[in-house]
């Protein structure tokens, strides 16, 4: 194989965050996965996604445990940025602020989410299920959903997927065509057989958005089909020919729109317009991302699914 045709395996490891940057811009995925050098520097976008960590670990833990004192102390424990801080409290995004956010939550799902619980399997809690797809030619696709629950008058299982918003409404449109809700309809069928579920041609995606402006949650529930998890696979190849074409070309192009987000530039902005020998080196010396096997205890290749798919009656 000429190193022309060699695609690295770090950029054949796909997951939604990874579509969302190959999206926004191929020459930052490229640069990212291949470990390009750059300073790393605290960004406001890191702030945001540690508050949602500390919230969603709480909440795995309290649908566990239904304990507050115990998910207090695990967020405690968990949060590794400084109790108070100054932007982080104009941010509402402090970990005080997470205790509030877990201790509304709490009060909501019960409001929310009647008869529903957690569901259990190989006496471990859905949480934070992992699992991947072999796509073929050496690219995968890896994911975590963050809860599974059953409805206990209906035996429906139900996605629970959490995030934080700053925005004081949230639209529909910010997570109905979401690919990642749709690529948990997978591990859905799935753990529906294990634990000896009715197969559905449908089945739901709660979002629960926690408006951290307002101190309130919010629910937008989506019913996804046969089809769109049809559609979701196709989309997956879609992306395989995209990647493959600009390692082909030896060119993956910049988004200048997306040089600035998070209200300040990219961390690559002002080094990504120089070459890749300068940035990455030797593309097949660069060290192999390995994930932890444990976590992702779900393994899928592209024809079980199809072959799932088209055996679930349904439109």
């Known amino acids: 194989m000429s190193t022309e045709d060699f695609i690295h395996p770090n950029l054949k490891q ?112 859905a949480v934070e299920l992992g699992f991947t797809i072999d796509c073929g030619d050496g690219f995968v696709y890896r994911g975590k959903l963050d809860a599974l629950l059953i409805d206990t008058r209906t035996g429906e299982l139900v ?72 559609l979701w696979i196709k989309q997956m190849l879609i992306r395989k020919v995209r990647i493959s074409e600009f390692v082909g070309w030896n060119y993956f192009p910049m988004h200048g729109w997306n040089c600035y987000d998070f209200f300040r530039p990219c961390a690559y902005f002002g080094i990504c317009d120089r070459s890749d020998q300068l940035l990455i080196g030797d593309i097949e010396k660069v060290p192999v991302k390995e994930d932890n096997p444990e976590d992702y205890p779900f393994k899928f290749n592209l024809e079980e699914i199809i072959e799932a798919q088209l055996a679930i009656q349904g439109d």
């Open 14 to 125: 796909m997951s939604h965050s990874s579509d969302d940057l190959l999206d926004k811009c191929p020459r930052k995925y490229q640069l990212y996965k291949t470990g390009a050098k750059i300073v790393k520097l605290e960004t406001v976008e890191d702030k945001h996604l540690a508050f949602g960590r500390l919230v969603g670990g709480g909440i795995e833990t309290w649908l566990i445990t239904k304990d507050l004192v115990k998910t207090h102390f695990s967020m405690f424990v968990s949060w590794d940025k400084m109790i108070d801080d100054e932007d982080g409290a104009l941010q509402k995004k402090t970990f005080w602020h997470g205790l509030v956010a877990l201790d509304k939550f709490a009060t909501f799902f019960e409001q929310a989410f009647p008869n529903h619980e957690l569901v259990h399997f190989d006496n471990k809690p």
């Open 159 to 230: 996605v629970l997927e959490c995030k934080t918003t700053g925005f004081r409404n949230v639209h529909e449109a910010m997570y109905k065509h979401s690919g990642q809700g749709l690529g948990y309809g997978l591990i859905t069928d799935a753990i529906a057989h294990l634990i000896g579920s009715q197969l559905r041609s449908s089945y739901k995606v709660k979002y629960v958005i926690y408006k951290t402006s307002a101190y309130e949650w919010e629910l937008l529930p989506f019913t996804k089909s046969r089809t769109e998890r049809a």
